[in-house]
């Protein structure tokens, strides 16, 4: 297995692969044999009810702390000062850890919830040692720009959607543009680009499997940073192994060009924003 690169936001390295746990449940032997195969960036959230095993995963792992980079969300739910900082404290008793490399603010909700509070909130958090960096997820880009601004301590990333049916590249541009990496959940269209017949071909011709391909797409793209979900160890390896092939120019943009109108999976009804 190919070491995964990193990719620097704002000074801090990200590994360019990360292992998603949504709806993964007990999750640490899952955990576990992931950090074995090499993953070394593991995304959990209080919302997924995957930080116990999370936790108890990298501990069996053996491997040591500082190697993970690990992150975490509160929930939209719990947006307010004193619910968010008892929401991270929660989170971190969940992973019976003593911090996390990245404390993501899950879904904002500033027309309930002052943005201001939040993010000053979700900057508390990281200057009591709670987390050593700070982002947002699920936010447009006037949401980010704005986050930005209030925000009394650096974001770093944005965590978003992102897989070949759904045009994210106006948002890219402006995390580009703001020096942030953005993390991209749902990387395989929650398994519905698997059967694609355009990346079949594809694939079938460069003798990689289908998730290969839409992976090293995705992380084959400057500041883009997936993050697949599989409880199968052959699937997780077979994920991990994208940095050992390239994709050409065109073969990227065939697969830019799958976007399609009705491609995003994440968008409930009193959460999401206006998309850009």
Known sequence: ?????????????????????????????????????GYRHIDTAWKYKTEKGVGEGIRQSGIPRHEIFLTTKVSH????????????????????????????????SPEKVPFDETLHALAKAKQQGKSRHVGVAN????????????????????????????????????????????????PLGRGRIINDPIVADMAKSMGKSVAQV???WLVQQPNVIPI???????RQAENFNVFDFELNPEQMHRLHQLARLDGRIANPI???PVWD
């Open 1 to 37: 297995m190919h070491p995964i690169p990193t990719f620097n936001a704002k000074g801090v390295s990200i590994p360019k692969l990360g292992f998603g746990t949504s709806q993964m449940g007990d999750c640490a032997e899952i955990v576990a044999g992931a950090i074995k195969i």
């Open 77 to 108: 739910e719990y947006l307010r000062a004193n619910d968010f900082s008892r929401m991270v404290d929660e989170s971190l008793r969940n992973l019976k850890l003593e911090y996390v490399d990245l404390l993501l603010i899950h879904w904002p």
């Open 139 to 186: 936010c447009n880009i006037a949401l980010i720009e704005e986050a930005i601004r209030l925000c009394p301590e650096p974001i770093i990333n944005v965590q978003v959607e992102y897989h070949p049916y759904l045009d994210q590249s106006k948002l890219l541009s402006a995390v580009r543009r703001l020096g942030l990496a953005m993390t991209a959940y749902c």
């Open 214 to 216: 839409v992976l090293r």
């Open 228 to 234: 697949p979900r599989s409880s199968n160890p052959q």
């Open 270 to 272: 009193g959460r999401a």
